[in-house]
């Protein structure tokens, strides 16, 4: 009952066996409350401070008395004006807080894979996003370097998901004839003595992820995982692939 006014369960307690006892030693309080004398002493003091207790010394002793219950009352609007105060207060840094939480929302999430096991990793997460179009950079000769049965382990069951590939590509051999009947891939050249790019880029726009990998001697990924980022790589990509489209004017919009 007196915690609704702010009081601890051991105050209460100790309140109560101080009212009913009336002036008495800390000892008496104790054991009335069922609290040890070292933790009720301490109490006292708090209740003291609030109002709700007062001593006196008698001799070499120390009496302790309970203050009259209406004091529970001032105790209250002590609390109602210390919780005014701080909604007072938290109103204040409300707006700020609540700034850092949409930049919390909006910040990219990025995860980094290392070595080949790194690499495959991704690509098993990425083979799980909804989208079943995605939009990819890639230097193709340096991809089937680093994965030698690339086609077979990560085509094939793109392939099988029914997902739509859509590339554009360097190769050092120049342009390259593959999957030129694939409905599911349709790729546009572009020279490497042009574009010198290296790894490969993937959008996965519905996911809004971005899937990086560098096929250098220590093979990196990177997942960007960011509705933003995703967005602005995907109109990169469109207006390259608008670009693209006279390497590879002898082969039409399936270029490969």
Request: charged share 30%.
């Amino acid at each position: 009952m007196l915690t609704s006014a702010g009081l601890s369960e051991k105050e209460s307690r100790v309140y109560l066996a101080a009212l009913e006892l009336g002036e008495s030693s800390v000892q008496n309080i104790a054991t009335k409350s069922g609290i040890n004398r070292p933790t009720a002493y301490f109490i006292l003091g708090e209740l003291s401070k609030k109002g709700l207790a007062s001593h006196r010394e008698l001799g070499k002793k120390t009496l302790y008395s309970a203050e009259s219950p209406e004091n529970l009352k001032k105790l209250l609007e002590t609390q109602k004006q210390r919780l005014a105060q701080d909604e007072e207060r938290i109103g204040t840094v409300i707006p700020q807080l609540a700034a850092l939480f949409r930049m919390s929302k909006n910040r990219p999430v990025i995860r980094i894979y290392e070595g080949l096991e790194g690499q495959k990793t991704m690509r098993t997460s990425a083979s799980t996003d909804p989208d079943m179009e995605i939009f990819s950079f890639t230097a193709l000769d340096e991809l089937k370097d680093a994965f030698p049965n690339y086609g077979e382990v990560h085509e094939k069951p793109r392939e099988e998901r029914g997902t739509k590939s859509n590339v554009i590509y360097t190769h050092r051999d120049g342009r390259v004839q593959e999957n030129e009947n694939n409905p599911l891939r349709i790729s546009r050249y572009i020279p490497r003595d042009r574009f010198p790019f290296t790894g490969s880029i993937t959008v996965h726009p519905k996911a809004g992820k971005v899937y990086i990998s560098i096929y250098k001697k220590n093979l990196l990924a990177a997942v960007i995982e960011s509705k933003d980022v995703a967005d602005m790589l995907m109109a990169i990509w469109r207006l390259a692939w608008d670009a693209a489209e006279k390497y590879n004017v002898t082969k039409g919009e399936n270029g490969n």
